[in-house]
C-alpha cells in the first residue's frame, strides 16, 4: 500500500467516523429539544413549546423521537385551544408507547388521545380513551399523570 492510498483510507476512515459521531449527536440534541419543549409545556410556556416544535427538524428523527414529538404538539395544541383536524399524529404516539412500554408517556397519549376524539366529536372512542388511561394509571403512582397534564 502506498503512501498515498494509506493516507486516503485514514482520511476515508475519519470521515465516516465523523459521520456517525455527527448521527449520534444530532440525535442528542434532539432529544435535548423534546426534553425542553416538555418542560416549556408543564411551565404552562405554550407559545414557546409551539415555536420550539415548529423549528425541530422532523425527517431526521428516529421512531421514538417522533412518537414524543406528536405527544408533545397534541398536547401543546390541545392546551392552547387549537383544535384538532386529524388524530393521526396521537394515534402514532399511542400505538409506539403502548408497543414499547413507556407506560407514564403511554396513559398521557392515551389523556390526549381521548381529547383529540372528544374534540373530533367521536364521544364514544374519546371516553374509551380516558377510561384505558385510568384503567392503567390505577394502582399505582401515575394514578394522577394524564389529569395533571391536562
Known sequence: MTYQSRKFSIFFALLIILNVVGCHHSGNGTDRSLAQVDSLLNEEELQQALERLGKIDTMS??????????????????????????????????????????????????????????????LKKAVDCYHQAESLAKNSDLYYLGYSKM
Open 61 to 122: 428523527m428516529n421512531e421514538s423521537q417522533t412518537a414524543y414529538y406528536y405527544l408533545l404538539l397534541t398536547q401543546a395544541k390541545y392546551k392552547s385551544f387549537i383544535t384538532a383536524t386529524t388524530d393521526k399524529e396521537i394515534n402514532f404516539a399511542v400505538n409506539y408507547y403502548k408497543n414499547n412500554g413507556d407506560k407514564k408517556r403511554y396513559i398521557r397519549a392515551l389523556v390526549y388521545q381521548g381529547g383529540v376524539n372528544e374534540e373530533l366529536g367521536n
